[in-house]
């Protein structure tokens, strides 16, 4: 498959940044390049008969949403601001099409998520060292009162930066200096580029983690046990050093989809006691937790007073922040408030389906034949299946306390969703995910549910 390198490459990009850390590379588009080799890629598969003109579920309702966040912004802003909008949202719609449609086998499959999991744990290990380095001064940026560059002094509180302090007048913090001129921010741990916030990290990692679980099922040995417990020890870790409370409702979650499905609603008491030193350990208290919590009730009242204001268009795609000072911090507050009703519709439609896919598979292996294509791919559709199921409980759970509408890491997990559908229709043509009228029509009166009650929630609590 010629579309793959490409497709590793630039998913290694998103995650890794090394752009930011060779800054050489930054002369370079190297994420736009990237995506160029991949789409030749796909064109040659599909030339050579590699890969199949096959159509994922979501892709119809994909289309539908970034054409509507284009109306959105055409509606709301100038031609110029309009533009700018609209190439952005086309990375992650690119990422979709490529992955959903560039990865048709369950081994290509298998290469994307060993990457994907490869990274996170280099991550967390970045996340763990970071924390038990040395405190260093950042001198604070004329743009943020929270991130700052790092002056080469050790420090253990504010005030030593500010004592004898080689530019008079600049404002200091002390945090963590980590390796690849990573920082912590407020001490919580973090890596950069799009997974700069502590929340966003914790989730990337949470939603990678079974990955794992389904190499160590697919093959069971000494190596892939390590790697396992590997993953679940360092992600974890640095889980807990993030102070991420949505984070560790990720961790739980997937753990939680796992021992369900092993084990039965007895697997929930289980996933409670592995969860219990996280609980114990993780997350932020006191004031600085307390006033987190009303921070975010103020952004999700606002969201939905600009959803009460353009029910239709909403404000438009990318600027809930023109509107309040911080973004929505939770993606189903942001949708409605930039997108209005429609774009909240249809993002959710394909949130919904990309959970269908996999709970789909699940339902198929159970009742395959016990002869022919269908009971040769069962066992690996199944752990594939579960494993992306994990995955968007993870996803959906931490998306609820982030804007992550537009993610790429969010893109890059709807594809995966639907390159397990392409994986399986190659092995079993009959198979498909379709969404009906009826359950288009529950998803509408669900998404009008979800504004009430946090619309109810934010407004009693504020």
């Known amino acids: 498959m010629f579309a793959l390198p490409g497709i590793l490459a630039t998913i290694f990009v998103i995650y ?3 752009q930011e850390v060779f800054t050489d590379l930054q002369r370079v588009p190297i994420l736009y390049l990237l995506l160029g080799l991949a789409i030749f890629g796909l064109a040659l598969d599909l030339k050579l008969r590699l890969s199949r003109p096959t159509a994922a579920p979501q892709l119809t309702l994909v289309l539908l949403y970034i054409i509507w966040c284009g109306v959105t912004l055409v509606v709301n802003v100038t031609p110029d601001v309009a533009f700018s909008g609209i190439i952005d949202t086309m990375i992650p719609l690119v990422l979709f099409l490529l992955i959903a449609h560039g990865v048709q086998t369950f081994r290509a499959l298998q290469a994307v998520a060993l990457v994907i999991l490869v990274m996170a744990i280099f ?8 924390r038990f380095s040395m405190k260093g001064c950042h001198a604070l940026t004329a743009e943020s009162d929270r ?3 790092f002056d080469g002094r050790p420090c253990e509180t504010k005030r030593e930066c500010d004592i004898d302090s080689p530019e008079p007048g600049t404002e200091y ?4 200096v980590g390796k690849l001129d990573t920082s912590s ?3 919580r741990v973090r890596y950069r ?7 966003e990290l914790s989730l990337a990692l949470g939603v990678a983690l079974p990955f794992a679980f389904a190499l160590f099922e697919r093959k069971r040995n000494a190596t892939r046990m390590a790697l396992l417990a590997l993953s679940l020890g360092l992600i974890g870790l640095c889980t807990v050093y993030t102070q991420s409370r949505g984070g560790q409702l990720v961790f739980m979650s997937v753990l939680g989809t796992y021992f369900v499905r092993r084990f039965g609603w007895k697997g929930l008491i289980l996933g409670a006691v592995t969860a219990i030193p996280m609980m114990m350990f993780g997350g932020r208290s006191g004031e600085e937790a307390e006033g987190s919590s009303a921070e975010r009730l103020e952004c999700w009242f606002t969201g939905i007073m600009l959803f009460r204001e353009k029910p239709l268009f909403g404000v438009g795609k990318g600027l809930f922040t023109e509107y309040h000072f911080l973004t ?3 993606a189903y507050v942001l949708a409605p408030a930039e997108t209005g009703i429609v774009g909240f519709w249809l993002w959710s439609s394909i949130v919904y389906l990309s959970v269908k896919i996999p709970a789909m598979v699940l339902k198929r292996g159970a009742v395959a034949p016990a002869d022919g294509p269908a009971a040769a791919m069962a066992p690996v559709a199944r752990t594939w299946a579960l494993a992306m199921l994990a995955a968007m409980v993870g996803m959906c759970v931490g998306i609820f306390f982030l804007s992550f509408c537009y993610h790429y890491v969010l893109w890059i997990y709807f594809g ?9 229709k190659t092995h079993d043509p009959t198979f498909e995910v379709k969404i009906t009228v009826r359950e288009l029509l529950l998803i509408l009166v669900g998404d009008l549910a979800i504004i009430g009650a946090i619309y109810t929630y934010a407004r009693m609590k504020l």
């Open 123 to 130: 991550l967390a290990y970045i996340g763990v060292d970071q």
């Open 16 to 18: 890794l940044r090394p």
């Open 173 to 176: 913090i002390c945090e963590y």
């Open 185 to 187: 921010v407020g001490l």
């Open 193 to 199: 580029g799009v997974l700069a916030d502590p929340n």
């Open 328 to 330: 929505a911090h939770n």
């Open 416 to 424: 995966l969703c639907g390159a397990l559908y392409a994986a399986v």
């Open 147 to 149: 991130e700052g560059t």
